[in-house]
Nanobody, 116 residues
């Protein structure tokens, strides 16, 4: 069983930055493929970024490319999402997800609100 706990959300003005963290349980974190998704009010959950277990393959949604950076620290069992140049349309609940042994695991989410 993989458990994920997000933190780092909050209220920020447009143009500001936040760093989200996703702490994962288990001794096999280095094998997890990690990703971030978000869900705005009244909208479906959407992909934001993903990183392979080795960190060698990274993908971003076009809407965040150049502003967001996904990373991981295997020694700390933690994944990160650095968000810069935030826009009001980035307002959403952000979820981290892990894929391991063919199964997907989700955190509870952390709210990010960007004021204009």
């Amino acid at each position: 069983q993989v458990q994920l706990v997000e933190s780092g959300g909050g209220l920020v003005q447009a143009g500001g930055s936040l760093r989200l963290s996703c702490a994962a349980s288990g001794r096999t974190f280095s094998y997890y493929r990690m990703a971030w998704f978000r869900q705005a009010p009244g909208k479906e959950r959407e992909f934001v970024a993903r990183e392979s277990s080795s960190g060698g393959i990274i993908q971003y949604a076009d809407s965040v490319k150049g502003r967001f950076t996904i990373s991981r620290d295997n020694a700390k069992n933690t994944a990160y999402l650095q968000m810069n140049s935030l826009k009001p349309e980035d307002t959403a609940v952000y979820y981290c997800a892990a894929r391991y042994n063919g199964r997907d695991y989700w955190g509870q989410g952390t709210q990010v609100t960007v004021s204009s």
